[in-house]
């Protein structure tokens, strides 16, 4: 059952923003090639997750459950990752340590699915490649529920 719900917007740069879990290591230096081929790597309670625009506005929601979600439909690529710590999880733009936005999270290990919608649409953007004010088509979903640690899918 859905337990809470926040959406936000973040700015990415780099093609890219953070997720941190309560005080967790910030590990940005320590994303591997196939955490940046997948879009996502969970080192502990730190999360690096990929856009498809270089550095535009992105929409975000974070939903957080008490057991595991179905997954949305229509998603453009979807990927798992544990989230380890304690406390809540922040949301943080690309260079920011204050979150845009938090969510309380259980107690515990927990998984943490992402999903990308619009992807096709922000990869043909004119801009991509660049900076800018105009919101990303691309959106991200990310479901939260408690669970125990298990490898990236």
């Known amino acids: 059952m859905l337990t809470a719900r926040i959406s936000t917007v973040v700015h ?10 309560g005080e967790a290591e910030w590990a940005s230096d ?8 997948v879009r996502i790597e969970a080192i502990d309670g730190f999360v690096y997750v990929g856009t498809s625009m270089y550095g535009h506005p992105t929409a975000v929601r974070v939903e957080v459950y008490d057991t595991a979600p179905d997954a949305p439909d229509h998603a453009d690529h979807e990927a798992e990752v544990p989230l ?9 733009s690309w260079g920011d340590v204050e979150p ?11 998984r943490l699915r992402a999903s990308w919608f619009g992807v096709a649409d922000a990869e043909a953007h ?24 298990a490898a990236r899918v």
């Open 100 to 110: 845009v936005a938090t969510a309380e999270l259980p107690d515990g290990p927990c």
């Open 12 to 21: 990415p740069w780099y093609r890219q923003f953070y997720l941190r879990r």
């Open 84 to 92: 380890l710590g304690e406390g809540p999880l922040a949301v943080l």
């Open 126 to 149: 004119p801009d991509n490649d660049l900076g800018g004010e105009d919101p990303s088509p691309e959106r991200l979903l990310f479901q939260v529920w408690p669970a125990a640690a």
């Open 30 to 37: 320590r994303v591997t090639a196939e955490g940046y081929d």
